[in-house]
């Protein structure tokens, strides 16, 4: 079908504005993903998937403002031993990175590599993300693939001796950033990615990920610090027999944040648990848009996201469970709940399951509610100020996505920050 004017022009405006990589291996890849974006159209809030977002700031032109945020807080995952790779507004820092010698793994940046012929890479960029393209369009992906100019490729070749922690740093209020990161995950290796830090006023991320048979990728992200900045981000993810794959996002303020995971599982036994956590107070939006699809045999899947709002602040949670007619046994488990701290918070859920086969175990459940009053009135019996003991019920109901952290330092890590977020918006 024909896309109307005002989203042909739209389209076309924002394309005029960027710069396309040229050359090397990537050319290909990023010449159909060009295409798909012009087939597809940059979003509108009358597409389906975008009814409760507005994409307007992710499509204009010119990225909107976003003022700095000064904090006193140390860096998050400071205390865990890591390799850092910093960017600064999608600018590569080498004197604050280190090097990227790690053992059981390869690591190079795209920049450094896309004007080469050939790159093992060439398999996997763009590839993922056209797959995910079906059966919900994502037409900022494919802007993604075709103009991020930078980003990590990481090769895993047996278990990594410890965390890459992929660290983003805004400091020009007008910038502008895409980042483009692939994984490839070998038979029996294992990689932990770690993602933090405000990367730009506006940001467009992607990590696609390769798992293959026996291989293991988790992934710990966190989101916000700079309120006023906007994100888009994009994770695909494949996965082969027996492996694994755990993701979990903590957002925390950002004006505008839409977050997209697509997972397939293609290999029998494969396990896929993705999670998130988000804080939200005042102008805020967070968007969770996720895909799994069980394509193989006794697989199984795990959503879990929690979200507190308050001050009028926004969540929107949109999952699907699809499971193919060969995907027997599989195990498919999807929960949203949200918390609103007062009355002109809202959640807006549109929970999915779509199933073929007739061996399964799959469920979906999305509840949104207040402050149990009952636990509150017993913690303040016990002489705990109303503050606390509301900070301790809503930690309590965030406990069950934060466990999806396999890692028990990270867990910690995650739940000190958000303690401290809670601390810092208490009204004893």
Not at 72 to 82: H, L
Not at 263 to 284: K, N, Q
Not at 366 to 391: C, Q
Request: charged share 25%; aromatic share 6%; with cysteine.
């Amino acid at each position: 079908m024909a896309l109307s004017q005002p989203k042909t022009d739209a389209t076309e405006a924002r394309l005029a504005a960027m710069q396309q990589p040229q050359g090397g291996w990537t050319a290909m890849a990023r010449g159909q993903a060009v295409t798909r974006v012009r087939e597809m159209g940059l979003p509108a809030r009358r597409d389906e998937y975008w009814k409760y977002t507005r994409p307007d700031t992710l499509v204009s032109p010119e990225a909107p403002q976003a003022a700095l945020f000064e904090t006193q807080e140390a860096p998050v995952f400071d205390q865990v031993e890591r390799l850092k790779i910093v960017f600064v507004d999608g600018v590569f820092d080498a004197e604050a990175s280190d090097d990227f010698t790690l053992e059981g793994v390869t690591i190079e940046r795209l920049a450094d590599v896309a004007s080469a012929d050939i790159h093992w890479a060439l398999d996997l960029y763009g590839v993922l993300e056209a797959n995910g393209q079906d059966p919900v369009q994502r037409p900022l992906a494919a802007l993604n693939t075709a103009f991020a100019s930078d980003g990590v490729l990481i090769h895993a070749t047996a278990v990594a001796a410890k965390p890459i922690s992929i660290i983003y740093r805004h400091t020009d209020t007008a910038s502008d950033v895409l980042l483009h990161h692939v994984v490839k995950v070998d038979a029996g290796a294992a990689v932990t990615v770690l993602e933090s830090g405000p990367a730009a006023a506006r940001f467009n991320g992607s990590i696609e990920i390769d798992i293959a048979d026996g291989g293991a990728f988790h992934h710990v992200r966190t989101q916000g610090r700079d309120h006023e900045c906007r994100a888009a981000t994009h994770l695909f993810a494949r996965l082969g027999v027996g492996s694994v794959m755990k993701s979990f996002t903590l957002t925390a303020n950002g004006v505008m944040t839409r977050n997209e995971t697509v997972v397939e599982l293609t290999g029998d036994d494969a396990i896929a648990h993705v999670a998130g956590a988000s804080l939200g107070d005042g102008d805020f939006h967070n968007d969770t848009t996720v895909l799994v699809t069980h394509d193989a045999v006794n697989c199984e899947s795990r959503q879990v996201f929690k979200k507190v709002l308050r001050n009028g602040a926004t969540g929107v949670f949109q999952g699907k469970i699809l499971v193919k007619p060969d995907a027997q046994k599989t195990d498919g488990y999807q929960i949203s709940q949200s918390l609103l701290l007062d009355g002109d918070s809202q959640f807006l859920v549109k929970p999915e399951l779509e199933i073929y086969a007739d061996d399964v175990a799959c469920s979906h459940g999305s509840t949104s509610g207040a402050i149990d009053e009952e636990a509150l009135f017993y913690l303040r019996s016990r002489g705990v100020p109303t503050g606390e003991a509301t900070d301790l019920l809503t930690l309590a109901f965030l406990a069950e996505a934060v466990q999806e952290i396999e890692d028990e330092a990270l867990s910690e890590e995650i739940i000190d920050r958000i303690g401290a977020w809670l601390l810092r918006r208490r009204a004893d």
